[in-house]
């Protein structure tokens, strides 16, 4: 299989993890939008060189890999992806700030390879809590859940028609690019002057598929404005307990630095 | 309502770059017909498809559906009257699930929320669909993707059908059951297809476009029989009235003959015995 | 590039979070008041393009290595300034959720560098300007390079000033700028030949589909005008973001600003900020001795006490966030083995 094969099957299978049925699937759309929201807010929000009050930090993400039943390995392997770029950055840290920051033995650790660690976690926890977002609520319905947040509709719709037509396209891109790959025999890239005409092409087909799409709207009596059918979510008390007991956990956790309280039960140093 | 649904008089259609697509095309269809629209490639089907419900606008003639004469005022009764259903499926499906999009035109209708649903559950259940209300449009088969798209077009109850090429794409068994659907149907039905078997089966009248031109217009069976004028049209009598060349006694020698061209690129059979 | 979360901090989040949603709000309504309800569909599927034309590399002459469109500009040519945003925005906004690229509260940072300077500087200023009411191929193809390579730059120095006014990194602005401008002068060239191929193609296909699109209206006086404001809002809420952060990191912004400015008067407020900051700092945290290093140090002997009690913490954090992650682990196998034994429950 081609490594674009692999890609576009990628975006498909987090798509469909969202059709489950587990109690985080069911919950408002809200509630997990708020909720992750918070949890970002709250992770970012530590200082350049904490590492050990971030760890606690991890239950949300591996509470709601369990409950939602999402696949361990899939999840990690997509936050694997994501890692290199914010640990490329990191890297810089320890060549910038050689503050000396602890020892261990006579091993003296500098601030910027704490600080690095502690980008690694970030990366690692941020990205995480926006995979699992969409795995256990799906696109649409957060959409859904940004608009009652107020945003305007018109980004909405367009939130709404992109997702519907990256499948369709993205397996044209695919098509386009097998068919093309198959005949450059293990060259990595198309050479720059046939990309204007592939991607010409292509782009073609786009508009006049928006053309198609136009005019079967129009046939359905579209006038400028896309009428929502209302589905019946609701904000209730399972909502408020579940957006509650985490964000309530989050900032107990921002503020209480768990870790070196309970190392601190075991070597006797409180801080 | 007039028993003369859709009435097309001498339309002429000249695209902005001069081509001619259409040329003095007439025809009259009844309430409740069934007409089968054929030709070649660029024949002109499609242009003639979108003037029925005014997408595009005719250069000269007129079309009269129902009672009405096509003009702005009475487009939007026209669209609702008019029930097309695209070729390609995912540009008709372009809401997040089913349920959305069979709701989309009575919404677009002004129509309330409980009215919408009944609506929406009806079309559903018609094409035996109900059960993929919740879906979204890209996790569906072929098949089931053409019967959403009638499907979104049932619930703004049109009289009239118009189908762009509906098996098209299909598998065998989605396509016999798409037929199956499309014959219980009682509205009017304007099918334009390749598909020529599926007009036999589907179609009492056929016309016949050939470079803009109506070439011919009669009885489906009459114009299947003229061999003459299926090939200036560029068409070919469907599977069905051929005989089967695999199985007829007179062309059995023609199969023992080792094969010119490599098994795989031979001429599909449909057999429909 | 992304501005990525792990590098954000909540107020340069938070503050391009504002921007970027009262853009879309403005554009949202510009797009509404156009009444082209064509655009519906065609934004949605040319936002689906950028992924499908992302999928196809190319190589980038004498460097060997490949590159795909980015997008931004060539969304903008087609569409205008409004609705472009709107796409780049949306596309920004699945990446995110489906790729973690970039992530959630970034989001708001990528879509002011990669929306806004193609959107509303290099497309109308640049692009537009250099290509006139007619358009010619020549003039489309320079004016589209030299379009993308300042969307390009400016999106770039977004990124550097976002990452110093963060402060996660501690890249100095210089060092940080120096590396990221000539990498983007490159990708920008790139991104300008490559826009410039698919629109000749097109304007050789269908003209139509681009002189539309010139011949709409410029932006008119009264969307200028709340564009100034927006951006003015958006000036003093970088500028007040930036300065707070600059003197909560002195080895970041204020220290290259330093140098550059090679400004002597600096040291003195820089310490007069500190105190300020000192104090602050030890009203609102809880944990002061741990919660921030001490930034530079005034005397020898605080240093020296302050490495001491963070050895001290050093050792007891290690354990305790070894429990801890040893906890979230089991809590989480507990669960899913409970789930797995409840099938109706879990499907």
New interface residues.
Partial sequence: MLAIDGSFLDFKQLDLLALRQTPVHRLDPRAKVLTTLCFIICVVSFDRYQISAMLPFLIYPAVLMAVGDLPFGYIMRKIVIVIPFALMIGLFNPIFDRQVLMQIGSLDIWGGWISCISILIRAILTASAAIILVAITGFPAICEALEKLKMPQTFAVQLLFLYRYIFVLTDEGVRTARARQLRTFGKRGLGIRHFGSLVGHLLLRTWERAERIHMAMLARGFAGEIHSTRRQSHFGRTELLFMGGWISLFILLRLYNAPQLLGGLFTGTMP | MSHHIVHVKNLQHTYPDKTVALRDVSFLIHHGESVGIIGANGAGKSTLLLHLNGYLSATSGEIIIGDDQLSKETLPEIRRTVGMVFQDPEDQLFMPTVYDDVAFGPLNLGLSADETETRVMEALQRVGAVELRDKPPYHLSGGEKKRVAIATVLSMLPEILVLDEPTNGLDPQARRQLIALLQAFHHTRIVTSHDLDMILELCERTIVLHEGKIMADGPTLDIFNNEELLKTCRLEKPFAMQGCPVCSPDKRPLVSQPPLVPPHSSKPHDHEH | ??M???????AV??AFWAVA?GT??Y???R??KD?D??K??????????V???????????ATGS??H?GGGLLLAILLGPAAAY??I???L??Q??????G???ALGCNMFNLGVFPAFIAYPFIYKKLVGREPRQARMVTASIIAAVVALQFGSLGVVLQ?VAS??????FN??LLLMQPIHLGIGVVEG??T???V???YQ??PD?LENVLQEKPLGNMPTKSLLAVFLIATVLIGGVLSWFASENP?GLEWSIAKITGSAELPETEYMEHTKLANLQEKTS??P?????EENGHSQDAARTA?DK????????????T???V???V??????RR?SANPQ???
Wanted: hydrophobic share 55%.
């Fill in positions: 590039m992304h990525a979360d792990a590098l954000v901090s909540p989040g938070g949603a879309i709000a554009c949202s309504s797009v509404r009444l309800d064509r519906v569909p065609l934004m949605g599927v040319l936002g689906a393009f992924f499908a034309a992302q999928m196809i590399n190319f190589t980038i002459p490949s590159g469109l709107l796409t925005a949306s596309v906004m699945v995110a959720l489906f790729f973690a690229d992530g959630l509260l990452t402060g996660v990194s501690v890249l100095p060092a940080f030949v490559v410039a191929l698919v000749s193609f097109i296909a269908r589909i080895d809880i944990l001795g741990y919660a921030l290093p490495t963070r050895v001290g913490t050093s050792l007891s954090g290690i354990i305790g966030g429990l801890t992650l906890i979230c682990t809590i989480g196998v507990l669960l899913k789930n429950q879990a499907k």
